[in-house]
Structures are given as structure tokens and as C-alpha cells.
């Protein structure tokens, strides 16, 4: 199966500080990218769909200011959690069609945020 | 909306038998859909994706899919410890344009040794 990758694994930051996590295809081109967040115990969120080369779609309720995507390359997404906050901690995750047009997703590793 | 539905559980089996899981999804023109696994702490991997209506075997792993009923199911055979994990119904849907996997809220199964 197709590789997605992220990064870091775990990052712990200060209240009202930024923190971006990127998302890596590895052995294949993503014109699309996903990102969901999970809090403890609860179910995938979709947060956003993320397109190389033109701004990002939000679901509803996620706010696009605080939460910026960024797709710039085939192979890179990122995600960055701007005047992070308490209640932003979280694992979030991104995922990837899997390539040569296959409909299948492949989810990348995770990133554990706790802000404190 | 478009939705996808499963039961919470969790489901408790003792170890070798048949582990029985269910989803049923709202998009009648779904035509792709998947069954994931997440272990506690860790991301989704797929399991099983399938297609058409029918059986689709892999190992200890059966999907069946039912269009006409809009219910797609994993069953597990031989259930191992090493099974206990929340499973994720997926189905890939049109929503305002885009292509995305909508998924259930999961499915957590306990495999007792």
C-alpha cells in the first residue's frame, strides 16, 4: 500500500504558541490530502481536504483561520495550529488517496498535540 | 448528510471464535467501501476494501456487501487477542463535489484469551 508519513510524532507546546504538523506522501503524488482530528475515545473528525495548489475546504465548525492548511507541493500538506489552546489537544491525523487513481485511503502515523 | 452507521459495542468474544461486525450507510450511489482497524493510540490501517455485492475473503477476514440493503459487514474468523481494536465502516462518498470516506463511529472489539 501507498506510505504517508508525518510529522513529529508528538509535540507538546505552550498556550498561544503556533505548532505545524506535516503530512508526507512518500512513494506517490497527492493531489488531495485529508485531515482529521481524534479526541480520547471518540470517533474521526474530518477537519479539512487539503489540494495541492488552491486553498483547502473546511468542514463546518472548523475554523480556517485557526486551523491553516497549506498544499504546496504533490507530495507535502501541512497543517498548522495557530494561538493553540488547551482545548486543541489532540491526535491529528492525515491521510492520502493511494496512487495511480486508486480510491482506497491510506492514513499517515498520527501526531499526539498537547498544549499546556 | 450522508452517513454511515455502526454499533458502539463493545463486542467481547472469547478467542477463536467468530467476531461479527456491521455497518450500514445512508448513499444509496456508494459504490467503494472499507473496513479499517485502529488499534488505541495509533491511526487507522486499512483491512479490507470491496466493491460488489457478495463475499470478498482475505485470510481470517470476510467482507460481505449488500447494496440493495445498503449494509456492508466484516466477519472475523478465529478471533486472536491480538484482534482487539476498534474497527471503522467506511464509504466513499460524493459531498459537495469531493470525493471522501465517511466513516461510523466505530466498532471497539475485545478478543478474551
Known amino acids: 500500500g501507498a506510505v504517508v508519513s508525518q510529522h513529529p510524532s508528538r509535540v507538546i507546546c505552550k498556550s498561544g504558541t503556533s505548532v505545524k504538523i506535516e503530512c508526507r506522501s512518500l512513494?506517490?503524488?497527492?493531489?488531495?490530502m485529508f485531515w482529521y482530528r481524534q479526541f480520547p475515545k471518540q470517533s474521526l473528525m474530518l477537519m479539512a481536504t487539503?489540494?495541492?495548489?488552491?486553498?483547502?475546504?473546511?468542514e463546518q465548525g472548523v475554523e480556517k483561520d485557526k486551523f491553516l492548511i497549506n498544499h504546496a507541493s504533490l507530495t507535502l500538506s501541512t497543517l498548522t495550529v495557530t494561538s493553540a489552546h488547551p482545548e486543541d489537544s489532540s491526535f491529528y491525523i492525515c491521510?492520502?488517496?493511494?496512487?495511480?487513481?486508486?480510491?482506497?485511503?491510506?492514513f499517515g502515523p498520527g501526531t499526539r498535540l498537547t498544549v499546556l | 448528510q450522508k452517513e454511515v452507521e455502526q454499533n458502539s459495542g463493545p463486542l467481547s468474544v472469547p478467542e477463536g471464535a467468530i467476531a461479527s461486525l456491521n455497518c450500514t450507510y445512508s448513499?444509496?450511489?456508494?459504490?467503494?467501501f472499507f473496513w479499517y482497524r485502529q488499534y488505541s493510540g495509533k491511526s487507522p490501517e486499512l483491512i479490507m476494501s470491496?466493491?460488489?455485492?457478495g463475499d470478498k475473503e482475505d485470510g481470517r477476514f470476510t467482507a460481505q456487501l449488500n447494496k440493495a440493503s445498503q449494509y456492508v459487514s466484516l466477519l472475523i474468523r478465529d478471533s486472536q487477542p491480538s484482534d482487539s481494536a476498534t474497527y471503522l465502516c467506511?464509504?466513499?462518498?460524493?459531498?459537495?463535489?469531493?470525493?471522501?470516506?465517511?466513516f461510523g463511529k466505530g466498532t471497539k472489539l475485545t478478543v478474551n484469551p
Open positions: 487539503s489540494n495541492e495548489g488552491s486553498k483547502a475546504t473546511y
Open positions: 448513499d444509496r450511489v456508494s459504490q467503494s
Open positions: 512513494d506517490f503524488q497527492a493531489t488531495t
Open positions: 491521510s492520502a488517496w493511494g496512487w495511480g487513481g486508486t480510491d482506497t485511503q491510506y
Open positions: 467506511a464509504v466513499r462518498t460524493d459531498q459537495g463535489g469531493s470525493e471522501k470516506l465517511v
Open positions: 470491496i466493491y460488489s455485492n
